[in-house]
T-cell receptor, first 116, second 111 residues
Framework: DAGVIQSPRHEVTEMGQEVTLRCKPI?????LFWYRQTMMRGLELLIY????????DSGMPEDRFSAKMPNASFSTLKIQPSEPRDSAVYFC??????????????FGEGSRLTVL | QKEVEQNSGPLSVPEGAIASLNCTYS??????FFWYRQYSGKSPELIMS????GDKEDGRFTAQLNKASQYVSLLIRDSQPSDSATYLC???????????FGKGTRLHILP
């Protein structure tokens, strides 16, 4: 069974450009999370969805960031315009049953973003 | 105060010894606690979960929880070089039901 699939794995872009990161959660998982990881700030929760509905986006740093989940098998995180301080590894993770509170997140391999 | 705090390390432990990793959390009503392991350049993976006060053992790993002190720990017995990684403590907050991670502790097992 395929795990969480993220693309692209690596992206290098210039400041001001639009960046779109993509995620396909594990089939049957009903919650999806976007995290950002940097050395300084660790793993930060940006936004999470439950049954395709955004539940909490308080971690989204600013209006330049937006996330969508149009269906159960696809989500995007968009940064427009991008800035050098957005450079980080962005992880998508899904969980089988949010209601069970097990907390076992299954992570994708991450998208490493570098903004020059 | 950060929601989940860990000593960033690095923590260096001789091979075969016990590694002890600690974590504190701020949301007193939290009920669910987790330890994830992250190898360099890889994604985090769950190694232990604990929900009740006391100890929970799984092979060489023991998780310990003290809700009164808001403290979670992970013990790794008979440490192996393959245990060298960053260990992330995670908590499901009672306040807003989010899965929040600490910044992680880098563990280095010395051969």
């Amino acid at each position: 069974d395929a795990g969480v699939i993220q693309s692209p794995r690596h992206e290098v872009t210039e400041m001001g450009q639009e960046v779109t990161l993509r995620c396909k959660p594990i089939s049957g998982h009903n919650s999806l999370f976007w995290y950002r990881q940097t050395m300084m700030r660790g793993l930060e929760l940006l936004i999470y969805f439950n049954n395709n509905v955004p539940i909490d986006d308080s971690g989204m740093p600013e209006d330049r960031f937006s996330a969508k989940m149009p269906n159960a098998s696809f989500s995007t995180l968009k940064i427009q315009p991008s800035e050098p301080r957005d450079s980080a590894v962005y992880f998508c993770a899904s969980i089988a049953d949010r209601g069970s509170n097990t907390g076992e997140l299954f992570f994708g391999e991450g998208s490493r973003l570098t903004v020059l | 105060q950060k929601e989940v705090e860990q000593n960033s390390g690095p923590l260096s432990v001789p091979e075969g010894a016990i590694a002890s990793l600690n974590c504190t959390y701020s949301d007193r009503g939290s009920q669910s606690f987790f330890w994830y392991r992250q190898y360099s350049g890889k994604s985090p993976e769950l190694i232990m979960s604990i929900y009740s006060n006391g100890d929970k053992e799984d092979g060489r790993f023991t998780a310990q929880l003290n809700k009164a002190s808001q403290y979670v720990s992970l013990l790794i017995r008979d440490s192996q070089p393959s245990d060298s990684a960053t260990y992330l403590c995670a908590v499901i907050t009672n306040r807003d039901d989010k899965i929040i991670f600490g910044k992680g502790t880098r563990l280095h097992i010395l051969p």
